[in-house]
């Protein structure tokens, strides 16, 4: 079955870059999107389509892909930036959603 | 305002069956795609199964093939889980969400745990 592979942890100091990737054999031809996870709550989306951002996301957020890799990039993240973050795609099918084993972002 | 409420978690022992429901308010239900997404205790998100907006078409992951059924209910906006064959793997809090794009929204989610 199709997966998804991200890094288990990314650890960054307040202000720096921090880049979390998402590879999968069928992202050149399927979008990524990006959902970040705060404890004990449900997931937001902060990217959809690769690179777009939805309303109310800040602009240190952005997102790229090439060839197999997605990359979600936080541009001087910040404390509360921290959270577990998953990208998704779908099988070249387009029938599976697949989620990818998310990211635990540490920001300190 | 947009809500999924979702219901119908509980424990259960292996083998047997729950029917989770998300009652959903606040947009035309009926002209979106739905998704049941899990997420087991300290683990990732996995996602479980969609329906298309008039519930003819449906599709599952491998690990739930053939065991849960998607359906809805577009007359009473709501959006349901059968699960059958419960196994200690199962156990996960079930999230119903309003597709998973731009457009997407989220339920608090449902505790389920199996367990004799």
């Known amino acids: 079955s199709y997966e998804l592979t991200q890094p288990p942890s990314v650890s960054v100091s307040p202000g720096q870059t921090a880049r979390i990737t998402c590879s999968g054999d069928?992202?050149?031809?399927?979008?990524a999107y990006w959902y970040q996870q705060k404890s004990g709550q449900a997931p937001v989306l902060v990217i959809y389509?690769?690179?777009k951002r939805p309303s109310g996301i800040p602009e240190r957020f952005s997102g790229s892909s090439s060839g197999t890799m997605a990359t979600l990039t936080i541009s001087g993240a910040q404390v509360e930036d921290e959270a577990d973050f998953y990208c998704?795609?779908?099988?070249?099918?387009?029938?599976?959603?697949?989620f990818g084993g998310g990211t635990k972002l540490t920001v300190l | 305002e947009v809500q999924l409420v979702e219901s119908g978690g509980g424990l259960v022992q292996p083998g047997g069956s729950l029917r989770l429901s998300c009652a959903a308010s606040?947009?035309?239900?009926?002209?979106?795609?739905m998704h049941w997404v899990r997420q087991a205790p300290g683990k990732g998100l996995v996602w479980v199964s969609r329906?298309?907006?008039?519930?003819?078409?449906?599709s599952y992951a491998d690990s739930v093939k053939g065991r849960f059924t998607i359906s809805r209910d577009n007359a009473k906006n709501t959006l349901y889980l059968q699960m059958n064959s419960l196994r200690a793997e199962d156990t996960a809090v079930y999230y119903c969400a309003r597709g998973l794009g731009i457009k997407s929204h989220w339920g608090q989610g449902t505790l389920v745990t199996v367990s004799s």
């Open positions: 389509e690769d690179n």
């Open positions: 329906i298309n907006s008039d519930g003819s078409s449906t």
């Open positions: 606040g947009f035309t239900f009926s002209s979106y795609w």
């Open positions: 998704y795609s779908t099988d070249s099918s387009g029938n599976h959603v697949v």
């Open positions: 069928a992202l050149p031809k399927k979008y």
